[in-house]
């Protein structure tokens, strides 16, 4: 099965720190590269994502670093804020593909 | 509004007893997926499906089925459930397929099968 892995399994963050979450693919064909964040008692929600042509992506707080060289991409949370207190899901996909493979998740915790 | 919604959102229920769960979206998207979450192995898609009356298995699609006879409505079905399907279940659709499309989750049916 393609796998997506996933570190850290949860972190703490201070306010105004920056939270970095790391993914690493297999799949050379992945195309596609969107973080998913996660509430509690909700669905996840697209966050952020790039395809591989570029190598970072930044939308206001959140940044998305991409590295097709190593198979890597991170997602970089600035100024971190306890409303970003969330479970966070990288995923990769192809195009073409039925599916979103996901990572295992990270749960940040950012303390105020 | 634009949503995914999910039925029942909590359920206990006993092995062996068949249940179902509903699913609707109003964005009149074509496709649709069903995942199940369980702590440290991320989302897992169950089943898909294209478009009315297509549908296909995903990467874990045992003890479960699905039918998609409306654009709008994803039902997934447990016909005879057992412990190992005690999952939070998450119902999924997009404008095309999952690779570049967003996709649009619902709440989520927390199950708990004894």
């Known amino acids: 099965q393609q796998q997506v892995k996933q570190s850290p399994q949860s972190l703490i963050v201070q306010k105004g720190g920056i939270s970095i979450i790391n993914c690493a693919y297999e799949?050379?064909?992945?195309?596609?590269f969107p973080w998913y964040q996660q509430f509690p008692g909700k669905g996840p929600a697209l966050l952020i994502a790039?395809?591989?042509?570029?190598s970072e992506k930044k939308e206001g707080r959140f940044t998305i670093s991409f590295n097709k060289s190593a198979k890597q991409f991170s997602l970089h949370i600035m100024d971190s804020q306890p409303g970003d207190s969330a479970t966070y899901f990288c995923?990769?996909?192809?195009?073409?593909?039925?599916?979103?493979?996901f990572g295992s998740g990270t749960r940040l915790q950012v303390q105020p | 509004e634009a949503q995914v919604t999910q039925n029942p959102r909590y359920l206990i229920t006993v092995t062996g007893k068949k249940l179902t769960v509903t699913c609707s979206q109003n964005?009149?998207?074509?496709?649709m997926s069903w995942y199940r979450q369980d702590p440290g192995l991320g989302l897992r898609q169950i089943y898909y499906?294209?478009?009315?009356?297509?549908?296909d298995k995903g990467d874990v699609p045992e003890g479960y089925k699905v039918s998609r006879k409306e654009k709008r409505n994803f039902p997934l079905i447990l016909e005879s459930p057992s412990p190992n399907q005690t999952s939070l279940y998450f119902c999924?659709?997009?404008?095309?397929?999952?690779?570049?499309?967003?996709?649009?989750f619902g709440p989520g049916t927390r199950l708990l099968v004894l």
């Open positions: 799949n050379t064909a992945f195309d596609y």
């Open positions: 499906s294209m478009n009315v009356e297509v549908t």
């Open positions: 790039i395809r591989p042509d570029v």
């Open positions: 995923a990769a996909s192809d195009t073409g593909r039925r599916a979103l493979t």
């Open positions: 999924a659709s997009s404008r095309g397929l999952a690779g570049g499309e967003t996709q649009y």
């Open positions: 964005m009149n998207h074509e496709y």
